[in-house]
């Protein structure tokens, strides 16, 4: 496990989890990122934003102790003016990496975004701070982010509806509880909208550790959904009316499971 | 629209229906279907087995006096014994069509499994008599037929279960209410079981219309998924244990709507 190294130029890992992430009997993806974190030596930022519930900051605290982490900080960040506080961007800038809870990802857009926090967390990241989210901490990562959208299968012109993310990644769109919620109506949508992104569906307790070449390698217990549409041939996405089907040719899609790994800048998938 | 030429030897139109199709405000799957078997000159024979209600067979009988066919009869077939009945097999031979019912397609596959019912319908097919099914209807024509599974997107182990259905065309799986019952998972699972297949997802008022080369086009107010597993790099289906999350890399994936066209035969999509 690369040491974090935040004088360095090289990205933090950007690691989107799919929601649900095992907590107790085996947790490996919060046991990989305490590791990455710095072990003993992390200091590890919590944002519960996302979150509604009072404790979630502490619960994610307490996990991360148990599991070795140096140091938990949660910043307690409930609205805008919290976001604008120096007193939050100085415990951010003492951090090895960043962990976003789940919650409502247009909670985390609406107070974070724009302000000294948000550009203080895209800051870190590009000089070597890990940052991780689960669930709505996983949507926010990227530029383009999903708010919502319809369940199933097939795409339509109306069946996602797109916000702005923090950006962290740029060219891709996160989609997380993937399998459990049904999700590639929303996810074919918006890659469909635009096919420079490539879609990204995380089930959950599942979770993408994207390293600072755009690399990643699957961890946890489902899968990634990965929807490709560079090869695309055809679209009828620009002629659609609202509710109509849709016909795209072409799609490449990967199913990964732990262990696999996918080069979002090359779009080259390996086993 | 072809007229059906029962003595020659192009083997007529196979269309399955993905279920729940059209019956009064644009009925534009079963109109096409009664043009196709000849309109005012047709002889539509109703296989209702599948289903389990008494007026399965009388609904779509007075369903296609409505669209103008020359004549339907309802077979009521019930139990196995009523497939070797040899007046219904003469009924068969006087047609110019067959529908086939929704329902349970286990009942199709155990009642008409072998009977001459089934080896008749067939054999007029292959001489030029058009087949349709809707829902369990659908499900039968395919050589490999879906009778159950997991819903959801991401395909694994034991994520679905295949029994012979009636084999009028082979190299393809069918699903049908493939979008509204979230089925890529059974689907993905049975192409990657043995990718010589190709996985057609029938949305509910939506069919394919496949001819004696095995070209189709859409008919319907939904879309037609295809999984098309040929250029699949690395399964790890073989590995997997019951439960497990798959790897499959590089499958081909199109949404095809109404008026697109497939070719299963060559696997060419178009919109």
Redesign the interface.
């Known amino acids: 496990m690369p040491s974090p190294n935040i004088e360095g130029q090289q990205r933090g890992y950007v690691i989107p989890i799919g929601g649900a992430e095992e907590k107790i009997d085996n947790p490996e993806i919060l046991t990989r990122f305490v590791e990455l974190a710095g072990g003993a030596d992390a200091v590890i930022c919590v944002i519960p934003t996302a979150s509604q519930l009072d404790d979630t900051g502490e619960r994610y605290e307490k996990l991360f102790q148990e599991l070795g982490a140096g140091k938990t900080i949660s910043l307690p960040i409930r609205e805008r003016s919290d976001a604008q506080n120096n007193e939050y961007v100085e415990q951010l800038l003492t951090c090895t990496a960043v962990f976003i809870t789940g919650g409502n990802q247009l909670r985390l857009s609406t107070i974070l975004g724009g302000t000294p926090i948000a550009k203080t967390i895209r800051q870190i990241n590009a000089k070597g701070v890990h940052v991780a989210g689960t669930s709505a901490g996983a949507a926010i990562v990227s530029q383009h982010m999903i708010t919502g959208g319809s369940?199933?299968?097939?795409?339509t012109e109306d069946g996602v509806n797109l916000a702005p993310g923090m950006g962290l990644i740029n060219t891709v769109v996160v989609d997380q509880h993937?399998?459990?919620r049904?999700?590639?109506?929303r996810l074919?949508s918006a890659v469909s909208y635009n096919p420079f992104l490539v879609g990204i569906?995380l089930?959950e307790d599942?979770a993408a550790f994207i390293d600072e070449n755009n690399e990643f390698t699957v961890v946890g217990?489902?899968?990634i959904?990965i929807v490709d549409p560079a090869d695309i041939?055809?679209s009828?996405m620009a002629d659609a009316r609202r509710g109509?089907?849709?016909?795209?040719?072409?799609?490449?899609?990967?199913?990964?499971?732990?262990g696999?790994r996918y080069n979002i800048s090359t779009r080259q998938?390996?086993?």
């Open positions: 369940t199933g299968i097939v795409p993937f399998n459990q049904n999700r590639l109506s074919l569906g089930d599942t217990s489902g899968a959904t041939e055809y009828s109509d089907a849709l016909t795209l040719l072409n799609l490449k899609v990967h199913i990964l499971a732990s696999s998938a390996f086993a």
